[in-house]
């Protein structure tokens, strides 16, 4: 069965600071991937996806994320952390099936930045 | 343009009550969901819909009804509210089913 495993509930860094969030994923063909960003109180916003090609992603707000297949991993990466980077971050998968992506979601990372 | 509308933006229900959740998009997607919100647990889909008249289920659909009538509107109906109810739920649409537009959710909890 697909399923989603970050497994960093909780993340604090310093801004500034480099940040990684990790994603790892249970899929039996080539994935959809996704992160999405939930502000307090708001909804979802997509960060960036990867449905094919180059395994370097970029996104919004300077986030990027790499696919490593042989990992099965998707982890999202930004070199330098402002405070307004404070949120909770998902990772998706989604299977294509009947052309329609039934995302499946992680737990979710919530990030702390120290001023 | 306003993308996903949800209301009410917080509501409480005694158990037994029932109630819809409102979702419209302004976006022209075919492509509609809803999903719940839980501590700990991501977001669950609950129902989705390829298009007006197409509907189906998700990971949790028990005790959750939904009708798409519009392109525009798709709203989730909540037959006999239970304290397991308790949640954040979000609609999402999509114009090709590929990354989806949130609305800011809907707080409900069941007494």
């Known amino acids: 069965a697909q399923s989603v495993t970050q497994p960093d509930i909780h993340i604090t860094v310093s801004e500034g600071a480099s940040l990684e969030l990790r994603c790892n994923y249970s899929?039996?063909?080539?994935?959809?991937l996704f992160w999405y960003v939930q502000s307090p109180g708001q909804g979802l916003q997509l960060l960036l996806k990867?449905?094919?090609?180059?395994?370097l992603v970029q996104g919004i707000k300077g986030f990027e994320a790499e696919f490593k297949r042989s990992q099965s991993s998707f982890n999202l990466r930004k070199p330098s952390v402002h405070w307004s980077d404070a949120a909770e971050y998902f990772c998706?998968?989604?299977?294509?099936?009947?052309?329609?992506?039934?995302?499946?979601f992680g737990a979710g990372t919530r990030l702390a930045v120290h001023p | 343009n306003a993308g996903v509308t949800q209301t009410p933006k917080f509501q409480v229900l005694k158990t037994g009550q029932s109630m819809t959740l409102q979702c419209a998009q302004d976006?022209?997607?075919?492509?509609m969901s809803w999903y719940r919100q839980d501590p700990g647990m991501g977001l669950r889909l609950i129902h989705y819909?390829?298009?007006?008249?197409?509907?189906d289920q998700g990971e949790v659909p028990n005790g959750y009804n939904v009708s798409r009538s519009t392109t525009e509107d798709f709203p989730l109906r909540l037959l006999s509210a239970a304290p397991s109810q308790t949640s954040v739920y979000f609609c999402?649409?999509?114009?090709?089913?590929?990354?989806?537009?949130f609305g800011s959710g809907t707080r409900l909890t069941v007494v």
């Open positions: 899929y039996g063909a080539t994935p959809y």
């Open positions: 819909s390829v298009g007006a008249g197409i509907t």
């Open positions: 990867y449905f094919s090609g180059d395994t």
């Open positions: 976006m022209n997607h075919e492509y």
């Open positions: 998706a998968v989604g299977p294509f099936s009947g052309g329609y992506n039934k995302l499946i």
């Open positions: 999402a649409s999509s114009l090709t089913g590929d990354g989806y537009t």
